[in-house]
Antibody, heavy 117, light 112 residues
Framework: QVQLVQSGAEVKKPGASVKVSCKASGYTFTSYDINWVRQATGQGLEWMGWMNPNSGNTGYAQKFQGRVTMTRNTSISTAYMELSSLRSEDTAVYYC??????????WGQGTLVTVSS | DIVMTQTPLSLSVTPGQPASISCKSSQSLLHSDGKTYLYWYLQKPGQPPQLLIYEVSNRFSGVPDRFSGSGSGTDFTLKISRVEAEDVGVYYCMQSIQLPPTFGGGTKVEIK
């Protein structure tokens, strides 16, 4: 079945960077965009950006421009999201999601990133 | 960015009773291709969101027929004809007519 499996929880200090991975299985990785969405505890959903795994093209939400980088390794069907200059407000669960049509399905299980000194 | 506004913030529903959630967008979600890019997701406790409805009124694969979506332009509604215990969670509407995709603030559904 189509599945996205993300890397485990991370604890980072302010100012550090974090890189979250998202491994795809059950479909051709290069055929569908991957998007990243984050959710602070008890809060709503915030879109961060998209990546085309075939071309490597990306697009980022203005809020994260200059701090986020989305990449991929097609040989292992894995997408990555790196967020730098972390601050406490970046503490959240980060989700990857495949785009089909213009909707997100499936979603990864989520990766909790905690930013704390 | 398109602002998505959901009401109510929360609902407490007796099993077997109906429920309705409203979602309003700050701009029309009707695209020139004729499609309306409005989606509904359910996030069950401790899980990622799951797609329920795509393009206003189409139930996604495996979604029970007690869920239905309607609306047009800027006003949309998700209805649950008979709420079941497994329907608890937070419901989100989302638009993807333009970047960035944006979500409503969510409606928490609880069982009485």
């Amino acid at each position: 079945q189509v599945q996205l499996v993300q890397s485990g929880a991370e604890v980072k200090k302010p100012g550090a960077s974090v890189k979250v991975s998202c491994k795809a299985s059950g479909y051709t990785f290069t055929s569908y965009d991957i998007n990243w969405v984050r959710q602070a505890t008890g809060q709503g959903l915030e879109w961060m950006g998209w990546m085309n795994p075939n071309s490597g093209n990306t697009g980022y939400a203005q809020k994260f421009q200059g701090r986020v980088t989305m990449t991929r390794n097609t040989s292992i069907s894995t997408a990555y999201m790196e967020l730098s200059s972390l601050r406490s407000e970046d503490t959240a669960v980060y989700y990857c999601a495949r785009v089909k049509g213009r909707w997100f399905d499936p979603w990864g299980q989520g990766t909790l990133v905690t930013v704390s000194s | 960015d398109i602002v998505m506004t959901q009401t109510p913030l929360s609902l407490s529903v007796t099993p077997g009773q109906p429920a309705s959630i409203s979602c309003k967008s700050s701009q029309s979600l009707l695209h020139s291709d004729g499609k309306t890019y409005l989606y509904w997701y359910l996030q069950k406790p401790g899980q990622p969101p799951q797609l329920l409805i795509y393009e206003v009124s189409n139930r996604f694969s495996g979604v029970p027929d007690r869920f239905s979506g309607s609306g047009s332009g800027t006003d949309f509604t998700l209805k649950i004809s008979r709420v079941e215990a497994e329907d608890v969670g937070v419901y989100y509407c989302m638009q993807s007519i333009q970047l960035p995709p944006t979500f409503g603030g969510g409606t928490k559904v609880e069982i009485k």
